[in-house]
């Protein structure tokens, strides 16, 4: 079974940039599409960018855009999701996640592994 682990998150000053990282283990990704995701409090989960694990072909929700790059580690089986220019409105949970296939990125459900989340806090 495979376990997905983040870490990285913190407490942060708006314009600030801090890197995640999703660390995998127990598989192979070789035909994974791996996502960020995020929730804050009172709001549903939603899509922040994802991989293909192969190609390294990405996606990103057009709210970070401009600001979020995620990219992926083959050596060491791990997915990061660099985020610059960090604005309060980013504060959430984190979660990474880990599918077979690629399509419906953008739709939590359809992720099978699940990370138990890290805390970015994004102050004014």
């Known amino acids: 079974q495979v376990q997905l682990v983040e870490s990285g998150g913190g407490l942060v000053q708006a314009g600030d940039s801090l890197r995640l990282s999703c660390a995998a283990s127990?598989?192979?990704?070789?035909?994974?599409?791996i996502g960020w995701f995020r929730q804050a409090p009172g709001k549903e989960r939603e899509f922040v960018a994802a991989i293909r694990w192969n190609i390294g072909t990405t996606v990103y929700d057009d709210s970070v855009k401009d600001r979020f790059t995620i990219s992926r580690d083959n050596t060491k089986n791990t997915v990061y999701l660099q985020m610059n220019t960090l604005k309060p409105e980013d504060t959430a949970v984190y979660y990474c996640?880990?599918?077979?296939?690629?399509?419906?990125?953008?739709?939590?459900?359809?992720?099978?592994?699940w990370g138990q989340g890290t805390q970015v806090t994004v102050s004014s």
């Open positions: 996640a880990g599918k077979r296939g690629i399509i419906s990125a953008r739709f939590p459900r359809t992720y099978d592994y």
């Open positions: 127990g598989h192979s990704f070789s035909d994974h599409t």
